[in-house]
């Protein structure tokens, strides 16, 4: 006879598990001072390379940020508006609104784009809810804590690991670092031990046979399936110049923020106290230089003036390092800071943003098919099984142009009257820029308004039955109807 044992979770790492730990640790660990460069960057904390040849010594650690990466990537970040999930054939979508509400995506997801855009890339983990029949948890993790080994030729994570700290998770309530390996079968939660391993407190066996993590990458090529940032060398490279022009302007304003003044044929006791003691160069420029003696021959001295500083020349500088960025990150000018006497008129502000609508559209389409891809693998995680792959789930994003409502809803009252879409479809709603809060209340209010007026005719029909049915009374008699 044969009894079968069932198979144990093991409570230590395996030595294959540590070596990909070892592996994924150093893939980590060696992009890590990239990506805070960047975010140094964004955060305008980054150190400016100074030449050393017009920054006197006394003036190093005067610090001057210029924040155009920061406005750059926000400009971007800004048009990224997701705003539901739903499936593509029409049916009710309120599983895919309940994981949504439940995991706060529509507010999880713009932090997610912003990081994406900053460090190249973002990853979206996927796992089992706290509690049985609860919603799976999606949440977006940071590269600086994340990392992911990818398999180009299947498009997909074949390992991932996050190191992050414990946050109380032992019983002593010290904040320890904690690692989570991701595999296609299972999810490994491991703590240090003393002797300097890794204790395992969780394996989460989903069986899914694919990794649970998504990421958002950002600007992709064949050969970078990681992604790259928006604050690319070209952008860190004009900030520097740029912040080094405003770090001259501080310097010449210590300088020659005071006009700088000579004297010619002044007497010694023009620059002596009573006693006698030289006076400071400041009580001689405030005080005794505009009331100088004359001298022994009775000659005034001469007082004249050097021309003062004109910033005017490094501002045209920083002009133009605005214009440069401007077509860096496909902004309008004016958006960097950078005016004209003739300001431009609104058609021409849509034209110079066109660049930055086919960006956002861009990142649209590319982030709302790993989110759809997020999306199905929580349903897989809830349900146990794959969703059905005939039914697409469509992710509905806000119109990253900027048309005014007159304009979105003449355009949308020309295809209702041409019979292009129905009056009353909800294509008709997203087109005029009614968000998905406001359809799904135009939806309810079309929903009471059909109620109603199905009441008031059924009434209608009994009101007249009953007329139908009632005594009629003609020239006194009494009659039947």
């Not at 997801?109 to 912003?114: D, Y």
């Not at 407190?201 to 064949?222: E, Y």
């Not at 800071?337 to 066109?354: C, K, L, Q």
């Not at 709603?429 to 309810?444: D, H, I, K």
């Amino acid at each position: 006879m044969t009894v079968s044992i069932p198979e144990l979770p093991l409570v230590h790492l395996s030595d294959d598990e540590m070596a990909l730990i070892n592996v994924l640790r150093a893939d980590m660990l060696r992009d890590r001072w990239t990506l805070q460069l960047r975010d140094a960057y964004f955060n305008g904390e980054q150190l400016v390379r100074d030449l050393g040849i017009s920054i006197p010594p006394q003036l190093k650690g005067l610090h001057t940020v210029i924040g155009w990466p920061r406005v750059g990537v926000e400009s971007l970040e800004e048009r990224l508006d997701l705003e539901a999930f739903r499936w593509g054939d029409g049916s009710d979508s309120s599983e895919l609104e309940e994981i949504v509400t439940a995991n706060d995506l529509l507010d999880e997801s713009s932090l997610g784009h912003l990081d994406a855009l900053i460090y190249g890339r973002e990853y979206i983990t996927i796992g089992s809810g706290d509690d049985d029949g609860s919603p799976p948890l999606i949440s977006v993790e940071s590269p600086l804590d994340m990392t992911l080994m990818w398999d180009a030729r299947i498009r997909m994570g074949v390992a991932g690991l996050r190191e992050c700290q414990s946050d109380g998770l032992v019983e002593s309530g010290a904040d320890e670092r904690m690692i989570v390996l991701y595999l296609p079968n299972q999810t490994v939660t491991a703590l240090p031990n003393p002797s300097g391993g890794w204790e395992v407190v969780d394996r989460d066996i989903h069986n899914l046979g694919v990794v649970p993590i998504v990421r958002l990458a950002n600007r992709q090529r064949t050969a970078d399936r990681v992604g790259k940032s928006e604050i690319t060398p070209d952008v860190m490279s004009i900030t520097d110049a740029a912040c080094r022009r405003l770090m001259g302007i501080e310097v010449a304003a210590e300088f020659f923020g005071a006009p700088q003044r000579y004297i010619l044929g002044a007497s010694e006791s023009a620059f002596q106290d009573a006693e006698g003691n030289a006076k400071s160069a400041w009580e001689t420029y405030i005080g005794r230089v505009l009331a100088l003696e004359r001298d022994e021959d009775g000659a005034v001295p001469d007082v004249g003036q050097f021309p003062a500083h004109d910033p005017s020349g490094q501002t045209k500088i920083i002009d133009l390092y605005a214009r440069i960025m401007s077509s860096q990150f496909g902004l309008p000018p004016h958006m960097l800071g950078y005016t004209t006497d003739n300001p431009a008129s609104a058609d021409a502000i849509r034209s110079t943003e066109a660049k930055l609508v086919k960006r956002s559209e861009r990142r649209i389409r590319r982030f709302g098919s790993r989110w759809e891809e997020a999306m199905r693998l929580a349903l897989w995680v809830r349900d146990g099984e794959p969703p059905d792959r005939t039914r697409r789930i469509e992710t509905v994003w806000r119109n990253p142009a900027t048309p005014t409502v007159a304009a979105q809803a003449d355009a949308t009252v020309k295809l209702v009257q041409a019979g292009i879409i129905p009056a009353d479809s909800d294509v008709t709603l997203e087109m005029a820029g009614l968000s998905e809060g406001q359809r799904q209340r135009v939806r309810a209010d079309r929903q009471r308004a059909r109620g109603t007026a199905v009441l008031d005719r059924l009434a209608a029909l009994g009101e007249a039955d009953d007329a139908a049915r009632s005594p009629e009374v003609v020239d006194g008699d009494v009659g039947l109807g």
